[in-house]
């Protein structure tokens, strides 16, 4: 599967965003599906997932209330919203997709750079 993200930008403290991953061929929907993100000098750390079926979602507790990820199987797409966002939100932001569950991932986007002013 090939994965596209897109709807990275500049917004301000407390603004929000939509990013969007849209994958390819028509097994979408047997991924489990996440967003991870890499600040500059830093390593890359989980975002969020969501199960196959966009049953069950789970975050990391620095993004728990403030985002939300979601998945529309007819569209090969997979979405993040954040809102009050925080300077510290501040990254290139990554979808990635697995088949198997768990912590790996087979398959990466290319990243979509998000820029948090104060």
């Known amino acids: 599967v090939q994965l596209q993200a897109s709807g990275g930008g500049l917004v301000q403290a407390g603004g929000s965003l939509r990013l969007s991953c849209a994958a390819s061929g028509r097994t979408f929907s047997s991924y489990e599906m996440g967003w991870f993100r890499q600040a500059p000098g830093k390593e890359r750390e989980f975002v969020a997932f969501?199960?196959?079926?966009?049953?069950?979602?789970f975050y990391a507790d620095s993004v728990k209330g403030r985002f939300t990820i979601s998945r529309d199987n007819a569209k090969n797409t997979v979405y993040l919203q954040m809102n009050s966002l925080k300077p510290e939100d501040t990254a290139v932001y990554y979808c990635a997709a697995s088949s198997v569950g768990g912590t790996k991932y087979e398959y990466w986007g290319q990243g979509t750079l998000v820029t948090v002013s104060s």
């Open positions: 969501i199960l196959r079926s966009g049953g069950s979602t």
